[in-house]
C-alpha cells in the first residue's frame, strides 16, 4: 500500500470512527482535564478537525467574560475569585451545547464542576511527566500559579495534590512528546471504544 493510500485509510477510519463517538455523544460533549502544559487546546483543536465538534477554550471564555487574561485576574482579584467565575463559565458552556472544552488546570478540583462534566459529557484527562510538562511551560510566561521561585517544586506539589483528582476522569491517555496527531487519533480511539459502554452504564439517549 502506498503513503496516498495509507493516508486514505486513516481518514476512513478516523470518520467512521467518529461517527460512533458523535452518536454515543447524543449532543453532549468532550471535556479535556488536566495540568498546566499538558496540551489540553492543542490536542483539542486537532481532535475538533477529527470529529467535527466546535472547540472552546474555558480560559479564552473567562478572559472574554472578564475582560482581562487570566494572569491579571489572578493578580487583581486572587484565585478564589478566578475560580468562582471559572466555575460559572464552564457551567454555562456546558449548558451551550455540544462542544470540545478544555478547561484550566484547576478546574476539575471543583466537585461540582466535576458532576456537572459527568453529567453533560465525558471527561478525559490528559496526563503528562514533570519533565515534559516543564519543557512545555517554560516556553510562556503566563502561567500565574508558576510564578514562585521555585516553580519545577510548585509544579510538582501541584502534581502531587490534583493527580488523585484528575484520575476521576472517564478516560486517560499519555500526553507526551509526540506530534498532536498521534495523540488526537488515540484519544479517537479511546473515545471509540469506551463511549459505548459509558453511554449505556449512564443511560444516555
Given at each position: 500500500?502506498n503513503?496516498a ?16 463517538i458523535?452518536r454515543?455523544l447524543?449532543?453532549?460533549s ?17 481532535l ?5 465538534i466546535?472547540?472552546v477554550?474555558a ?25 468562582t467565575?471559572?466555575?460559572?463559565v464552564i ?5 451551550e ?14 466537585e ?7 453529567e453533560r ?6 496526563k503528562?511527566?514533570l519533565?515534559?510538562l516543564?519543557?512545555?511551560?517554560q ?32 478516560l486517560?491517555?499519555e500526553?507526551?512528546?509526540?506530534s498532536r496527531?498521534v ?12 463511549l459505548?459502554?459509558i453511554?449505556?452504564a449512564?443511560?444516555?439517549k
Open positions: 500500500m503513503i493510500s495509507s493516508q486514505e485509510l486513516n481518514r476512513a477510519v478516523i470518520a467512521d470512527r467518529a461517527s460512533t458523535r454515543s447524543n449532543n453532549r468532550i471535556v479535556l482535564v488536566g495540568i498546566m502544559g499538558v496540551g489540553k487546546s492543542t490536542i483539542g483543536k486537532r475538533s478537525q477529527y470529529l467535527d466546535p472547540f477554550d480560559d479564552k471564555e473567562i478572559e472574554k467574560a472578564a475582560g482581562m487574561s487570566v494572569t491579571d485576574i489572578f493578580d487583581q482579584f486572587g484565585e478564589e475569585a478566578f475560580r467565575g471559572e466555575k460559572k457551567r454555562r458552556l456546558l449548558d451545547g455540544q462542544k470540545i472544552l478544555a478547561t484550566g488546570g484547576g478546574a476539575f478540583m471543583n461540582e464542576t466535576r458532576d456537572e462534566i459527568q459529557g465525558v471527561s478525559i484527562w490528559l503528562a511527566d519533565d515534559v516543564m519543557k512545555r511551560v516556553r510562556r510566561s503566563d502561567r500565574p500559579l508558576l510564578k514562585t521561585e521555585d516553580p519545577e517544586a510548585t509544579m510538582k506539589a501541584l502534581l502531587d495534590e490534583r493527580n488523585p483528582v484528575y484520575a476521576l476522569a472517564d486517560e491517555i500526553s507526551r512528546t509526540v496527531d495523540i488526537a487519533s488515540e484519544v479517537v480511539d479511546l473515545l471509540a471504544e469506551a459505548p459502554d453511554a449505556e449512564r443511560g444516555w
